[in-house]
């Protein structure tokens, strides 16, 4: 059985300690999951996770990522981060957004890759965890203007583990790269596989902007 490694990369953001590793660790016991793969050493990516199919992906990916000790952004509606809750949240790894910039929601995430000096974002292509015939192109457009290469995380529930699966230099082309990474996606199954989706949305030209 694969193990948390003991020390990753210098380029991998952080957060966290040895303890809140430690109960993450435990946790993962406890469930019976396990990691397997290795983090690249980039100081910023997007980070793609699928097949999302049920809440219990957060609940295996929460202790995942306090295992790790890996700092992961996520985007949330700015009028979330009030006070006293705003530093919280950006400690997190929050990253406030405005869907009705004329920025548009690609170029607003891409400002907030160059103003960090590491960054990894994350967001679930399918967009729900509900039945969906559509992947969401967003994490692609976002990675696109930030020039970040997409790193490849599945949940497998069939074997209980969490897989890094490889890191995708996209080549610029919607269709290609989505087809692409569905493909490598596909041979995970979710909790609820009847709800996985693998069709490639069309494309929308205001998240383009």
Excluded: C
């Excluded at 004329?102 to 039945?131: H, V």
Aim: hydrophobic letters at 45%.
């Amino acid at each position: 059985m694969s193990t948390i490694p003991k020390q990753l990369p210098a380029e991998v953001p952080r957060i966290g300690n040895r303890i809140t590793s430690a109960i993450g660790v435990l946790a993962l016991k406890l469930l019976g999951w396990r990691f397997e793969g290795e983090l690249p050493a980039e100081k910023k990516l997007m980070v793609a996770l699928a097949p999302h199919t049920s809440n219990w992906d957060f609940i295996v990916a929460m202790p995942v990522i306090m295992a790790l000790r890996v700092k992961v952004s996520f985007m949330m509606k700015r009028e979330a981060f009030f006070f006293p809750f705003k530093r919280l949240f950006m400690w997190f790894g929050g990253l406030p957004t405005d869907r009705s910039s004329p920025r548009g929601l690609a170029q607003q995430m891409a400002r907030a890759y160059r103003s960090r000096e590491k960054i990894w974002m994350a967001i679930t292509p399918e967009g729900t965890r509900k039945k969906n015939s559509k992947w969401k192109s967003g994490f692609l457009r976002i990675a696109y203007a930030a020039k970040v290469p997409v790193l490849l995380i599945a949940w497998d529930f069939a074997n209980k583990r969490m897989v890094v699966d490889s890191l995708y230099h996209p080549t610029g082309d919607l269709d290609t790269d989505m087809r692409e990474i569905q493909r490598r996606f596909s041979q995970y199954k979710g909790r609820r596989p009847e709800n996985q989706g693998h069709l490639l949305e069309e494309p929308e030209a205001s998240a383009a902007e």
